[in-house]
């Protein structure tokens, strides 16, 4: 069931993406407030059961929290990208097979703004949805959202602002970048993700590394 809730909001956030961005009917400068909404509203709706993650970074900075088991994190993985991929073409069925030119990318700018706001994404869902600190809060969607928000408005017309695998790739099928440039994406977000993993683990060891410590008591 983790695996469908993953599915479920991962397709959902790359739909809102194309539907919003491609004409005709886009949303113009409207697109990341409602790309930023579906995202939280996702978020709260999956997060007590698969954690919400809805993009291969954050899962992969769960993962590397130890929150998560390399198995989930493969699947995790396989359902992110599959309903990434389903999500485009869907957005091209109901927009007749239309597709945007493509944005032309500055490499290294382009991955800078990637890895920035990849981490800033995985940075804030590591400590408002993982942190024994913020345990049960209930604004942890909306922090997460507004992220994603404020980094499609900052750096959008740089890099298109996806901070997630599974979205570069959904854009990439919509026309909306080169494939060509989907390496970028790929390495800039998952690097980003274990930068904010790797952090918050200095930060918190006490707490990532407790799990461990009972385990290795209990095998005493």
């Known amino acids: 069931m983790r695996y469908l809730y993953e599915f479920i909001g991962t397709f959902f956030l790359v739909f809102t993406v194309g539907m919003v961005v491609l004409e005709p009917n886009s949303a ?12 939280a509203v996702m978020v709260f709706a999956g997060g007590h059961l698969s954690g919400g993650h809805y993009n291969p970074a954050v899962s992969l900075a769960v993962y590397l929290r130890k929150k998560l088991s ?5 699947m995790y993985w396989v359902a992110q990208l599959a309903a990434a991929i389903v999500g485009a073409f869907l957005v091209l069925y109901l927009k007749d097979g239309l597709s945007a ?3 032309e990318l500055h490499t290294v700018r382009a991955f800078i703004v990637e890895f920035l706001f990849t981490f800033a994404l995985c940075f804030v869902v590591l400590n408002v949805a993982t942190a024994r600190d913020t345990a049960g809060n209930s604004y942890f969607g909306w922090a ?14 740089i890099s298109s602002g996806a901070f997630n695998p599974a979205v570069a790739l959904g ?7 080169h494939w060509s ?3 970028i994406y790929i390495a800039a ?7 904010a993993a790797f952090v918050f683990n200095a930060a918190h060891s006490d707490e990532v590394y407790e799990k461990e410590r009972i385990n290795r008591l209990h095998e005493k």
């Open 28 to 39: 113009g400068l409207w697109a990341p407030l409602a790309i930023g909404s579906v995202l």
């Open 70 to 74: 390399l198995n989930d994190l493969w």
């Open 101 to 103: 030119k493509p944005l």
């Open 144 to 157: 997460i959202g507004f992220t994603v928000l404020a980094g499609a408005y900052a750096i959008g017309t």
């Open 171 to 177: 854009v990439t099928i919509l026309n909306l970048s």
């Open 181 to 183: 440039n989907l390496w």
């Open 189 to 195: 977000n998952l690097l980003g993700g274990a930068a």
